[in-house]
């Protein structure tokens, strides 16, 4: 129980449970698993790119706060995603892996038993808390494999931030509220069709709305 708390509190990713259910982090059995030594991490970031360097600082802290040894080791995204199921249900899975969300990668994973279950650290550190919406949606899984829903088996690493821009003198000259949250902006857009517009006050996909964070034009 000891060393998936301290993974669970150090690194946030998908956890392999083969590993943690097994010999631990490199061997030793039951007081490997207990009073951990060293912990198996393996990503696909690069060295230079800010995930590789958040990754980086992470497991700093982890080896720092705790006093267990982090084994990185950097795995070609390609290798992984290959090769995770196989990987995962052998002596050699690593106790903390990133791997791609969806049903087909992690949600698959999750279904066939190869994937902690972390709802208790979740609970304990309020992660649902801290991660909400659809970036919570990304680390849950029903027993069918499919994302959005059921237990947690992943903490995202990384959450992308969408700007939409939107036409002011538009919004003025229609008497239009500028929205500030999704609902309020399906109902700008229905008046906007009601009153007989046929362009679009916003800019493409691809934006955010801008008083949720975005700018006008």
Known sequence: MNIRKAIAAGLAAVTAASMLTLAGCGGGGAAQEENPTSIKVWHYEEDNGAMGVAWKKAMEIFEKE?????????KSFEQIRQ??????NSDEAPDVMEYN????????LASQGLLTNLDDYVKEY?????VTGSLADTGK????????SGNWYG???YGEDVIMYYNKDMFDKNGIEIPTTMDGLTD???KFVDKGSRRSPKAP???RCSTCGGSSR
């Open 66 to 74: 705790t006093g267990v040894k982090v084994e990185f080791e950097k």
């Open 205 to 207: 996909p691809n934006t």
């Open 155 to 157: 903490i995202t690493n």
């Open 83 to 88: 090769n995770a199921s196989q990987i995962l």
């Open 126 to 130: 309020k992660w649902d808390e801290k």
């Open 101 to 108: 969300k969806g049903n087909a990668t992690a949600g698959l």
């Open 141 to 148: 899984y029903n027993e069918k494999g499919v994302m959005g």
């Open 188 to 190: 700008a857009m229905q």
